[in-house]
């Protein structure tokens, strides 16, 4: 799903309340949130999300296509989705992951 950017067929999408903004650069911002690529263990194989806390803010992985992917063969197979996350502050709000 992510190399760097997003691979198709997904993009990456970042929101804020109403707001949506396609992530089509290294870096995007919207009322509440700030996305930045970083380096992990290569040139910018990972992103950095700072918010504000004044907004449900976040990013989205979507089907570019406007459908939804069949992951069927997927769940057969035992594929799992996994990522890490790395908190440079406290969470002292309400987290929601969809």
């Known amino acids: 799903m992510f190399l760097g950017k997003a691979i198709e067929p997904w993009e990456m999408?970042?929101?804020?309340?109403?707001?949506?903004?396609?992530?089509?650069?290294?870096?995007?911002s919207l009322s509440g949130i700030f996305y930045r690529t970083v380096d992990k263990l290569i040139q910018e194989d990972s992103f950095r999300i700072q918010t504000t806390g004044t907004a449900i803010?976040?990013?989205?992985?979507?089907n570019s296509n406007g459908f939804r992917e069949d992951l069927s063969a997927e769940l057969?197979?035992?594929?799992?989705?996994?990522?890490?996350?790395k908190r440079d502050s406290d969470v002292n709000s309400p987290f929601l992951s969809r």
């Open 13 to 28: 999408l970042l929101f804020s309340q109403q707001q949506v903004a396609e992530i089509e650069s290294s870096s995007e």
């Open 76 to 85: 057969e197979n035992n594929a799992a989705l996994t990522f890490t996350v």
């Open 57 to 62: 803010t976040g990013v989205k992985f979507v």
